[in-house]
């Protein structure tokens, strides 16, 4: 296996990582920048106040994106897996 490969297949997962991350995160994001402009607005400082929409969020999201998450993942695994004689040959 040449460094070229290599390089191929950690870019590769380097994409699939961040596909998988995204949705997340960026939900994550934008929750707690909506949070932070009341708290702002409202001069209320509770660091809990944050936490709780987030996490409600975040397993509204992995419950909708779920299925799409985990089609990537396998996806990504059988590609890798089905390349092996190519990879080591």
Request: net charge negative; glycine share 6%.
């Amino acid at each position: 296996m040449d460094p070229d490969t290599v390089v191929n297949i950690g870019r590769q997962a380097m994409e699939v990582t961040m596909l998988l991350a995204a949705p997340i995160l960026l939900s994550s994001l934008a929750v707690g920048l909506v949070i932070a402009m009341i708290q702002a607005a409202t001069s209320i400082n509770e660091m809990t106040l944050s936490f709780v929409p987030k996490l409600i969020v975040v397993a509204v999201v992995m419950m909708a994106a779920g299925p799409w998450m985990l089609r990537q993942i396998i996806g990504f695994t059988q590609r890798l897996v089905e390349n092996i004689p190519y990879l080591i040959g």
